[in-house]
């Protein structure tokens, strides 16, 4: 779907805002109504923002909205500038006076994708690595979750960093749906949960993203890494914070949070 002016002008606005910290009282003109107009918004705003793309976070869709706009899950861009490595213990940015939320999630790093057509039972064959991680969600419109999918869907998917934790041993192997997950925010336990609540699991988020993609004639390089959803909740965060993740009681990663 081609953007309109319209469009166009509110992924200007958008990137603008992120561009110049500048927090966004109310959302830059007409909200989005279908995922359609969401992407066209988020299309237009990477070609503006014109950094390379490293990774796709893919959220999901309450399940009272599905109906309304039409799938299960969402998705947003994550520029390689912002995808860094847990173990050099990174202080990653949000916008302080915007939303910022941590999330614990399983990140899938896709190999050769090709153009074969996947399922949910041979999506594994095209992911290359699997590893523990934190999302960090965050935007300069505070409201950005509270007016449906195809706002949180317009602006990067609320996306604005990723930490790359350590690897899942075994992983081909290892029973992924059923491993313990928690979240800690200043060393208190804000959630915890499996991933049995993620519809059909992260390899699912991989392929919702391979169909979304081809569908916009967007490529999927080696490399490209997969936040899958959040496993134990959306937790808010603010500047000065710390979040860390726990998997499987034995794999930490965490981040500080700083004002951008």
């Keep these: 779907m081609l953007a309109t002016s319209d469009q166009e002008y509110v992924a200007r606005a958008l990137i603008d805002a992120r561009a110049t910290k500048t927090p966004l009282t109310a959302y830059p003109g007409a909200m989005p109504q279908t995922m359609a107009e969401a992407y066209a918004i988020q299309d237009k705003a990477i070609a503006y923002d014109g950094r390379r793309i490293g990774g796709w976070k893919v959220g999901r869709i309450a399940p009272d909205l599905v109906d309304i706009y039409g799938g299960n899950r969402l998705t947003g861009p994550i520029f390689a500038d912002e995808i860094v490595n847990g173990a050099a213990q990174p202080v990653m940015p949000v916008y302080a006076d915007g939303f910022a939320a941590a999330e614990a999630e399983v990140l899938l790093c896709f190999g050769e994708v090709g153009t074969r057509d996947y399922d949910i039972d041979n999506v594994r064959a095209c992911i290359a ?57 200043d060393g208190e336990t ?71």
Aim: hydrophobic share 45%; net charge neutral; charged share 15%.
């Design 190 to 260: 804000v959630g915890a949960a499996t991933m049995e609540a993620m519809l059909d699991g992260p390899f699912g988020s991989a392929l919702f993203l391979i169909g979304i993609l081809r569908a916009r004639d967007i490529a999927i390089p080696p490399g490209t890494w997969v936040s899958a959803g959040a496993i134990t909740g959306i937790h808010e965060i603010g500047p000065g914070q710390r979040a860390e993740a726990l998997f499987d009681g034995k794999i930490r990663v965490g981040c500080s949070i700083k004002s951008y």
């Design 129 to 185: 690595d699997v590893r523990t991680g934190i999302e960090i969600a965050s935007s300069p419109f505070p409201g950005i979750n509270r007016h449906g999918p195809a706002v949180t869907a317009s602006d990067y998917g609320n996306n604005k960093g990723l930490v790359l934790g350590p690897p899942i041993p075994g992983w081909q192997r290892a029973d992924l749906i059923h491993m313990p997950v928690e979240m800690a925010i």
